[in-house]
């Protein structure tokens, strides 16, 4: 290690891994590569926002899951999903993935209502073809809000394939019941 000083420059938070670096440039002592900043007891990191959250260098959510619980109970999911766009965008969670995951169900419920209807012979439960609606919902939202796209916020972005019943009842069909059928009409 040497005596030398160098300058951080200031990052808005707007641009997340810059701005996570910058903060683990403050605290990590002789860095000698990204690896090396992402590196938290041994274990290499993905991100650096990572490297924060395991450091515990980030505020933890528990606030922002119990505004998301109480609205979960109350609110259609329409404002459950207005709720949560709100707070990737404006609140820099420290674990949005986490949050999704958890109400990922509540976020979703009316898309998951609406196939049931639209579709009353096919058993339907919660897909990941309900939750990427959720999702496209979702981003759109952040899109409109801060122009932000979900990758920035911490969660994936959802594939954006036109939802097809005909594809909804491919994959949803109960193959105990498609058997008997099967057995029933040879």
Avoid at 52 to 69: I, K, S, T, V, Y
Avoid at 110 to 133: G, M, T
Avoid at 155 to 181: Q, V
Wanted: aromatic share 8%.
């Amino acid at each position: 290690m040497s005596d030398a000083l160098g300058r951080v420059y200031t990052v808005h938070t707007t641009h997340a891994e810059c701005f996570y670096l910058r903060m683990l440039l403050h605290v990590v002592k002789g860095p000698t590569s990204f690896t090396n900043l992402k590196t938290v007891e041994g274990v290499v990191c993905q991100t650096f926002r990572e490297a924060c959250q395991r450091r515990g260098m980030l505020d933890n959510d528990e606030h922002w899951e119990a505004a998301l619980a109480e609205a979960a109970q109350t609110g259609t999911a329409q404002r459950v999903r207005h709720l949560f766009a709100l707070l990737l965008t404006t609140c820099r969670l420290s674990n949005s993935l986490d949050l999704w995951e958890k109400y990922k169900n509540a976020l979703s419920d009316d898309i998951f209502l609406q196939k049931r209807r639209e579709n009353p012979d096919i058993p339907i439960d919660f897909s990941n073809i309900i939750y990427d609606e959720a999702l496209i919902a979702l981003e759109d939202l952040c899109l409109t809000m801060a122009g932000k796209d979900l990758k920035h916020v911490g969660l994936k972005s959802p594939e954006r394939n036109a939802f097809c019943r005909e594809l909804l009842r491919e994959r949803s069909f109960n193959i105990d019941d498609l058997s008997y059928f099967i057995t029933e009409n040879r």
